[in-house]
């Protein structure tokens, strides 16, 4: 019974942290994104949501694995990979690139905040499908 709970704790703690930054970075699209500051706190809110949906998600997926839950324990485990390619790999190096040369260059401010838009998206996918497989799965 222990596994099951502290699994279904990572999971909503995971879709408030998923939430919690779908709602916080929609309002900062109002931003130009033309200043290093604005630049350098949007990156910051994206490391803080990359890190905190791997700890969770990973910490979702050993719980379901212990539980017995293996597609539950794989989902998760996904999620925290996605999450930590984007990271690694994908949006925060782009986004540390471009802060650099946004005050010299327009299409470097075009560029940042197309990637905000898309970790955005990416976001929303994340947080879709963990919904879904929570209700549409049988736990």
Known sequence: MLPVVIALIATVILLVWMGFFMMGSLPLLVLKHDTPLDSRFIRGLFNVYYVAVMLTASAAALSYAWSGKP???????????????????IIIPRMDLLRHTIPATGTS???FRRLHVAGMVL????LCTVAWALTRLAL
């Open 71 to 89: 597609a539950f324990a794989i989902g998760m485990a996904l999620i925290a990979a996605f999450a930590f390619a984007l990271r690694r790999w």
């Open 109 to 111: 401010i075009f560029r």
């Open 123 to 126: 976001n929303v996918a994340q």
